[in-house]
Every structure is written in C-alpha cells, then in structure tokens.
C-alpha cells in the first residue's frame, strides 16, 4: 500500500515562500507523477502542478509564475515552493500519486493546513 | 483554465439512485476520455472512484458508476446509502497536460 506523508510549517508570512514536501512510502516514487493539490476552506479542488520522477513538470497556470516543484529520488520525497504567498494561498495541500499519463489520482496524503498570516 | 460545473448540490432518499453532472467543453472532457471522480468526506482527503471516464479502483462499491457524453460527464450513484453522503468532485485532463476539477457537489442522503 502507498502512503503519503505532507510536511512543512503551518503558518506562512505574507511575501515568504511556502515549502511542503512530501514523503512516499510503500513504494518507489520511480515511474510515477506526482502532484500537489490545494483546497483552501469550505472551497473545491485546485490542481497546482505535477512533477515526474525524472524531474519534468507541468504547473497550473494561474500558479505557473510562483510554484516550484522538486523530486528527491534517493529519499524517495517531493517538494513544493510556492514563492509569495498571500492569504489567497492559505489551504490545506494535498501531495499525491497521479497515475501514468497524470490523468487521475490514486494516491493522497492526508493534508497538511498552510496559513498565510502577519 | 475554468473549473468544470457541477450543481452545487444533490439529494436523494437511501436506496434511490442520484447522477451528479460535470460540464466541461472541447478542450478537456469533450476531447480527453480522463475524467476521473472522487469523493471527499468532511475532514478527509479525497478518495477516487471513478477514472478513465468509467472505471473503477478495486475496492470501490460497483454502486458507483460513471458515464460520457460529449462535453458533459457524469456520476451515478445507485442504492443510495447514509455512508455516501458527501462532497463529490469531477477532473479531467486538458489539452495541455494538465489536470481541472469541478466546482463540487454536496450529496445529501434525506
């Protein structure tokens, strides 16, 4: 079974960057996409972008300008930087494994809340 | 690119059968056969149900079933039980490689 493990901090200032990364256990994170999904509260789904494991990525565009994603194979992790932040980026962020050709998730953790806040 | 349209809500008494419809346009489901659905109980992450516009996952109750028709999808829900009540959320990919969800539906069970 894949598990996922988000982690980073929960408060963010106003203009600094916003880092999770995200930990894969279970199985090799080799072969596959990942993406990082965001859901601010009370609201839907937002896709942010996917990296595959050879590094390639593909961004949402509204997010293109800001987000930076990242593989670690050696740790088996993924990681996400989101460069200036705002209260609009406050959500909870979802990592997960999105299948051959990214075209569905089979895969989530189980979300780590992100503040942005003074 | 905009989010897919989903009603804002569905209801339906246990044991009736409810369809939840996802409206995009020729540039994601009218073109791509990747619409996948996922179900999202309050405080969870979400869980997929549906992919490749009618499969799915094993494990997931055959209850579920999902359809196509030109830029419209949708989810089927038959023998509605109190455990489904929850958010249900469309996807499809684009044409650039990328992934959009729908704006969400709330599935009541009465």
Known sequence: QVHLQESGPGLVKPSETLSLTCTVSGDSIRGYFWSWIRQPAGKGLEWVGHIYFDGSTTYSPSLKSRATLSVDTSQNQFSLNLRSVTAADTAVYYCTRAAVGATYLDYWGLGSPVTVTS | ?110
């Open chain 2, 1 to 110: 690119q905009s989010a897919l349209t989903q009603p804002a809500s569905v209801s339906g008494s246990p044991g009736q059968s409810i369809t939840i419809s996802c409206t995009g346009s020729t540039s994601d489901i009218g073109y791509w056969n990747y619409v996948s659905w996922y179900q999202q109980h309050p405080g969870k992450a979400p869980k997929l149900i549906i992919y490749d516009v009618s499969r799915r996952p094993s494990g997931v109750s055959n209850r579920f079933s999902g359809s196509k028709s030109g830029n419209t999808a949708s989810l089927t829900i038959s023998g509605l039980q109190a455990e489904d009540e929850a958010d249900y959320y469309c996807s499809s990919s684009t044409g650039s490689s990328s992934l959009v969800f729908g704006s969400g539906t709330k599935v009541t069970v009465l």
